[in-house]
């Protein structure tokens, strides 16, 4: 047997070896050969994957906050606000009280207790008014420190613009506390959460500015968000997805349709041919708006099977299980 004649013999025993049947369906270890046929009547559908940029993402936790006593805040500081208007106008008054009675007394047209009286009455109303000043700050004070100064200025004002869609409940506000390892970009201006967990469904929530106190059962930096959410109620818990620093990743979006998992991890199958699928490996993906996020091992362009990946990996099992006569 000379040497070519060999590397034949090697070359054909190389090749893989489906094992066949009468149904049209033909496998091999980690891949499958199904005819059109069958692929028409399996119901089996494909969709070619697009590239897709987006940020590496880690998960933080909060919860939807009760504004009602920002609402109180807001509330005292009007009454404050109108007490001290009053205490204004009242020591305005004294004063221009003040002045006719030292023009009447100076006149002999008034006693000097009269005009003593009135002074007492001008340093009454000046005591008033630096008390309403000075319990207007308090609360001022008190709201910066509870609810950091963008909400404070919001909550603090005779227009209700800002809060209008909090006191409706057609935005929730949320406390997010990140991870004590982990930082929120300059750059990010809103993240997605989710009462269930559940990255896929999760809502848009954007930010309104750093929390002045962080929650007790957390370490880390702390932010306040509003949600487009009426599902969110006060007091619930919510998970957070927050980008990372950094570039973002390209890779593609896997739909979860496509997703099969045998023996604890993830495949997909692709098709290679227009009668051959392969099953290929996930070994790290993240969960993302419409599917999961993979980087690496699978490509741009492919054709990756969407329904009917479940009976591929069944037929391909199939073929790694001895006939009886074997």
């Known amino acids: ?17 489906f094992a066949d049947d009468e149904s049209g369906v033909q496998r091999e270890r980690g891949s499958v050969l199904l005819s059109a046929n069958m692929q028409s009547v399996s119901g089996l559908q494909t969709a070619t994957l697009k590239s897709v940029s987006q940020y590496s993402e880690f998960i933080a936790y909060g919860k939807a906050v009760n504004i009602h006593p920002l609402l109180e805040l807001r509330h005292r500081y009007l009454v404050a606000q109108a ?3 009053s205490a204004r106008a009242k020591l305005t008054q004294a004063g221009q ?11 002999g047209a008034t006693s000097k207790r009269n005009l003593q009286m009135q002074q007492a009455q001008w340093q009454a109303d000046k005591a008033r008014m630096k008390t309403s000043d000075v319990q207007e700050k308090a609360i001022i004070d008190e709201a910066r420190l509870n609810w950091g100064e963008k909400l404070a200025g919001w909550a603090l004002t005779t227009e209700t613009d800002r809060l209008d869609a909090l006191l409706s409940g057609a935005q929730t506000l949320l406390h997010i506390t990140l991870p004590a390892n982990k930082q929120l970009s300059a750059d990010i201006h809103s993240i997605v959460v989710d009462v269930s967990g559940n990255r896929s469904s999760a809502t848009k929530a954007q930010l309104i500015s750093a929390a002045p106190q962080a929650d007790n059962t957390a370490q880390g930096d702390s932010y306040f968000f509003q949600a487009d959410a009426k ?15 950094g570039e973002n990743q390209s890779g593609v979006i896997i739909p979860k ?15 290679i041919a227009a009668e051959q699928f392969s099953r290929r490996a996930i070994d790290s993906f993240s969960v ?11 490509h741009e362009g492919e054709r990756v099977v969407i329904a009917g990946g479940q009976m591929l990996l069944s037929e391909e099992l199939k073929g790694q299980i001895p006939d009886e006569d074997d």
Not at 97 to 107: G, M, T, V
């Open 1 to 17: 047997m000379n040497a070519f004649l060999l590397a034949c013999i090697f070359i054909i025993n190389m090749r893989p070896v």
């Open 83 to 85: 007490e001290r208007g």
């Open 97 to 107: 009280d003040i002045k006719r009675q030292q023009d009447l007394y100076r006149e």
């Open 231 to 245: 599902h969110i109620r006060s007091g619930m818990r919510v998970a957070a997805w927050i980008p990372e620093r």
């Open 257 to 271: 349709t496509a997703v099969i998992w045998y023996m604890d991890q993830a495949f997909v199958y692709i098709k």
């Open 288 to 298: 993302a708006t419409g599917g999961y996020f993979v980087a690496q091992g699978i």
